[in-house]
């Protein structure tokens, strides 16, 4: 029975080089290692692992355009980090949602589906997040309290939760996404692949990887692009010569040496605000990790520094808030050479005098303030709806 698996798994790896954005979903899917298994009715992944299961029967009862779309949906669900975002929600309706999402993007893109996988066009182009709030909805309707019938979906159920993840394991699974558009990009118009417009993929992806295109999403991207490796044509990606086209390899990882995050604590910056700075300046750690994640929080002096190293995890800071606000105390503090980030984060409302322009990058996250115009550096802008919970 293996031999016969391994053979489909094999042919079905090779029917995605017919599709649209294989480079892309065939990096994803050569992260995944597989595994025969009769604990599972069809298939599941489980992220931490890095690890599909097969349920070899079930697989290959499939036609071999039905075993590609299969793997590319595993692939899909490990890109779009569905491990992960599940988060404390409820699984299985989290799995109905994903799977929506999933299904419509294989649709999008050519993959036969077998017939009874669910797509609901109602959420082709949306975000897990919002599939699975519609869904909940649903559910609390009076005429679907007492109505939950099975769903027979062979597709279905298969995402294994892992809501705690290390700021190691979001970071490389970050990496592997970074890496694998840029293979998809590298690969737009090859003879062995459809190739239609990455830029266009690349935009759907990373609206429905993230949520919305929000701030947040701004803020990340800018990182990643630090933090991506140099390429060489020089040395091919030999993962890739075994699909059958030439792409090249990260020669050097770039890692982000230091990122700074400035808060603001003055009096004009309430205590939710700065409870959201801190929440996302841990989402920056975890998804970015750092060698070091230096943090200070000022009003018009420094009033606390932490420093976290990338294998420290990031937890239980408490800030006052109180004072004016003056951002030269920051200034003076990351001008000495053994401060120096690679970039700043500031989170401020920016109603502050702005220093001159420093020799390192800036990022101005500006809450409530939409008006404000950076004399330097990129603002990104943060709105009441974004921190309200």
């Known amino acids: 029975m293996s031999n016969e698996l391994d053979s489909k798994v094999s042919r079905a790896k090779l029917l995605l080089l017919k599709k649209q954005h294989f480079a892309f979903i065939s990096s994803m899917l050569y992260k995944l290692n597989y595994e025969p298994s009769n604990e599972v009715s ?54 109905q949602a994903a799977d929506h999402v999933v299904n419509n993007i294989l649709m999008d893109y050519g993959f036969e589906l077998p017939d009874d996988v669910p797509v609901d066009r109602r959420f082709q182009n949306k975000t897990t997040e919002y599939v699975y709030k519609v869904l909940w909805e649903d559910t609390q309707k009076p005429e679907n309290q007492n109505n939950n019938p099975p769903q027979d979906n062979p597709f279905g159920n298969d995402v294994i939760p892992n809501p705690t993840p290390s700021p190691q394991q979001q970071s490389q699974r970050n990496r592997e996404v970074l890496s694998a558009s840029q293979n998809d990009e590298n690969t737009v118009g090859m003879d062995n692949g459809i190739g239609t417009s990455s830029e266009s993929f690349k935009e759907l992806f990373n609206k429905i990887q993230d949520g919305t295109k929000s701030w947040r999403d701004i803020l990340l991207e800018f990182i990643n692009e630090k933090s991506q490796g140099e390429r060489s044509w020089q040395q091919l990606d030999r993962r890739m010569l075994q699909l059958g086209y030439y792409a090249p390899s990260i020669v050097s990882d770039n890692r982000i040496n230091r990122i700074a995050v400035a808060i603001d604590i003055s009096g004009s910056v309430s205590k939710q605000q700065v409870n959201y700075f801190l929440r996302e300046t841990k989402s920056i750690k975890n998804n970015c990790n750092p060698e070091l994640l230096d943090i200070v929080s000022f009003n018009t002096e420094i009033t606390g520094k932490w420093t976290f190293k990338e294998d420290e995890t990031f937890d239980n800071i ?35 005098s702005i220093p001159d322009k420093p020799n390192y990058e800036v990022i101005w996250c500006v809450v409530d303030n939409p008006k404000w115009k950076p004399p330097y550096g990129k603002a990104i802008y943060i709105n009441k709806e974004d921190y309200v919970q």
């Open 42 to 95: 069809s298939m599941a992944y489980d992220g931490s692992k890095s690890t599909m299961y097969l349920n070899p029967t079930w697989f290959n009862s499939l036609s071999d355009q039905e075993a590609c779309s299969a793997l590319a949906h595993e692939a899909l669900h490990y890109a779009l980090q569905h491990d992960i975002r599940m988060g404390r929600k409820d699984p299985e309706l989290y799995n």
């Open 318 to 352: 408490e800030i006052p808030i109180d004072g004016g606000t003056s951002l030269d105390c920051v200034w003076k503090h990351y001008d000495s050479p053994a401060n120096k980030p690679t970039f700043l984060i500031v989170f401020s409302d920016m109603y502050v």
